[in-house]
């Protein structure tokens, strides 16, 4: 007997994508309305900021599904239809445009959006942020040979995005508040491994620098200045200081929000027929016990399952481990696990060639892991962090023993 409910999923992104897929695999017969704010398919964004920002080719590879899926599966899309208001007493959401819409269970995705800077001259054309396919392109066009680029901000987007500009020759220059890039997740050490990347591919990066302002000519950005009055001439501003869950909907239904949208471990919210999934979800993670809230692409395609089987009031929960990617330049990293800046860092490999392992210890515990142009070793670093063993650390920088034997 066909179910007869009806699912809602708020989100045109990959989580609200494979929430979708998710719910038909685990056996969902019932309606599946999927509301997305852009236009565009559900797609991934990885490919922004990475091969499709360098190119501008092979864009079809981020979308999660071809259309016909949608229709195959009975996935109802509303695409460029923003969703207003939830109103959870009476299981309806509300667009823009007045539709309104019953749901019995609701899917919130609504990801997150790039933190905007309030400083003189910020809305000046030509001040850009990385997060739609149509951003992309204003950046894959922006970056010219000879174009003068300038970044404020030196996070993972940042960074990504200042290696297509610098390799497509335009003359570029990162402005990094903190004394390196990226230093608060990777602590100094390895974060040195990044700025001396992009000094090597001739970027200009100033680190402890403050903005005060950006400049105009006839309402275009012409200049970046710092707080201690130094001019930098700019044709592009690239702004990347993090993003912000969307929590707007989240916090008029009245659900608890700190830093996301508060879910347990099936991602439910604090109205049992509301979930949440991917960018906005503060989930309680049943291995590392804590709350997490994770921004990354493999979260955003791996935990909708998880909530799927809480949706339908099955067991399952959501514990993979975070897990990003970076490439730039030459070099192509993965990352495992839950590192800070105070934990000891173990290194195997090369730093210099840039060719390594680096593992993040607490109390001789291995909680992180990256490697750098080295591969299919994730699985034997996630190996080491779920035992929770303390290791030595002296095996653990030795490349002759292998990774598997050093969990018991």
């Given amino acids: 007997m066909a179910d007869k409910r009806r699912f809602v999923i708020v989100g045109g992104g990959l989580a609200g994508a494979k929430g979708a897929e998710a719910l038909r695999e685990q056996g969902f017969d019932g309606e599946i309305e999927l509301y997305a704010a852009e236009p565009h398919l559900p797609y991934e964004r990885p490919p922004l900021s990475k091969a499709y920002l360098k190119t501008g080719e092979n864009l079809a590879e981020a979308f999660v599904h071809e259309r016909s899926w949608y229709t195959e599966h009975g996935v109802q899309l509303h695409l460029g239809t923003r969703v207003s208001r939830v109103d959870p ?25 790039p933190r905007r800077i309030s400083l003189p001259g910020a809305d000046l054309d030509g001040v850009l942020y990385l997060r739609t396919i149509e951003d992309s392109d204003r950046l894959r066009a922006a970056f010219k040979p000879g174009a003068r680029v300038v970044f404020v901000g030196g996070g993972w987007i940042g960074l990504e995005a200042a290696s297509a500009a610098a390799e497509a020759g335009a003359s570029v220059t990162v402005l990094e508040a903190l004394e390196l890039p990226l230093v608060r997740v990777l602590g100094s050490r390895i974060a040195e491994v990044f700025a001396q990347l992009h000094r090597e591919h001739g970027v200009d990066l100033r680190t402890s620098v403050q903005v005060a302002s950006i400049e105009g000519e006839s309402g275009r950005a012409s200049a970046v200045v710092l707080a201690d009055g130094t001019r930098l001439p700019a044709d592009t501003v690239v702004v990347g200081v993090g993003a912000a869950p969307l929590v707007e909907l989240a916090e008029g239904a009245g659900l608890k929000v700190d830093n996301g949208v508060l879910v347990d471990a099936q991602g439910r919210t604090s109205d049992r027929d509301i979930f949440a999934a991917g960018d906005i979800a503060n989930h309680e993670h049943p291995s590392l016990g804590r709350r997490i809230r994770v921004e990354h692409w493999a979260n955003a395609l791996n935990q909708p399952a998880a909530v799927a089987s809480g949706m339908l009031d099955g067991d399952a929960v959501y514990d993979d481990l975070p897990y990003f990617y970076t490439d730039q330049y030459d070099l192509g990293m993965e990352y495992i696990g839950m590192g800070g800046p105070d934990d000891e860092v173990v290194v195997r490999g090369d730093l210099q060639t840039r060719e390594f392992i680096a593992f993040w210890l607490s109390n001789g515990r291995v909680v992180a892991g990256m490697n750098v142009n080295i591969w299919d070793v994730v699985d034997d670093i996630k190996g080491l962090i779920r035992s929770g063993q303390t290791v030595d650390p002296t095996l653990l920088a030795d490349p002759d023993v292998p990774l598997a034997s050093l969990t018991r």
Avoid: C, F, Q
């Fill in 89 to 113: 007493a009476a299981h309806v959401i509300e667009t823009e445009s007045g539709e309104r819409m019953p749901y019995d269970r609701l899917l919130l995705a609504t990801g997150s959006v």
